[in-house]
Nanobody, 121 residues
């Protein structure tokens, strides 16, 4: 099993910044992707940004140029730097990790519990 603990959410004024963190622990063996998703009230969960083992990153159009995903390999920690936040960024943000356990042929996706981000206009 893999545990993900998110932190860094909160309340911020429009135009402000927040940095989310996601610390992974447990049976981590081969990570082939990590990412951030979000879900706003009444809306479907959507991808915000992700990182793959090939080193590529991918962002939702709505956050390009404002959000940056990064990773500290030594700490198995994923970050999401969010700048110039807008009220429409208000959502619960979830961290994900695709991890292949030792001896297993395929990876499994794990989800964190989520952290609330609220942006005031």
């Amino acid at each position: 099993q893999v545990q993900l603990v998110e932190s860094g959410g909160g309340l911020v004024q429009a135009g402000g910044s927040l940095r989310l963190s996601c610390a992974a622990s447990g049976s981590i063996y081969d990570i082939n992707g990590m990412g951030w998703h979000r879900q706003a009230p009444g809306k479907q969960r959507e991808l915000v940004a992700d990182w793959s083992s090939g080193g590529s990153t991918n962002y939702a159009d709505s956050v390009k140029g404002r959000f940056t995903i990064s990773r500290d390999n030594a700490k198995n920690t994923l970050y999401l730097q969010m700048n110039n936040l807008k009220p429409e960024d208000t959502a619960v943000y979830y961290c994900t990790i695709n991890n292949r356990a030792r001896g297993q042929p395929t990876a499994r996706r794990y989800w964190g519990e989520g952290t609330q981000v609220t942006v005031l206009s």
